[in-house]
């Protein structure tokens, strides 16, 4: 259950930098990195790294065909960037958006995947 809200947490996060890119560049400002962007940046990290190491342990156990590890880490790697890219109005709105984009994609697929298995198991249970 942890890891269908964590990766809720993300869904919606990559929908929040969206809205965050695009009111830095209506505000026309630079945010304080440490005041603003640090914190901000550094809780996104701690819930990326544990969400990875769940997804990486339901990935070993379940054996999903089309979902690997290596997807997990892209999509760690790329909300690192993004999250913090997010805060400034000189970011390259094609990429970013395209890097949002993929990792959401990536998210919901995965999040439907541990939905689907919750459900299997819990329909065995039933049985």
């Known amino acids: 259950m942890l890891l269908i809200q964590q990766t809720s ?3 919606d996060e990559c929908e929040k930098c969206v809205s965050r890119f695009w009111q830095m560049r209506e505000e026309d400002r630079t945010p304080d990195f440490f ?3 640090k914190p901000y ?3 996104i990290h701690q819930l990326l790294k544990e969400w990875q190491q769940e997804a990486n ?3 070993r ?3 999903p065909k089309y979902m690997h ?3 997990i880490a892209s999509v760690v790697e790329s909300m690192e960037q993004f999250v913090v890219q997010s805060f400034y109005k000189e970011t390259s709105k094609k990429r970013f958006l395209d890097a949002i984009h ?5 998210l919901n697929i995965f999040e439907r995947l ?3 298995v919750q459900t299997d198991v819990i329909e065995k249970k039933d049985h």
């Open 9 to 11: 947490i993300l869904i």
């Open 102 to 106: 993929s990792t959401s994609y990536t």
């Open 69 to 71: 590890t290596q997807q």
């Open 114 to 116: 541990v939905k689907e």
């Open 41 to 43: 940046a550094d809780d």
């Open 61 to 63: 156990k379940n054996r």
């Open 35 to 37: 005041a603003e962007v």
């Open 57 to 59: 342990m339901w990935i």
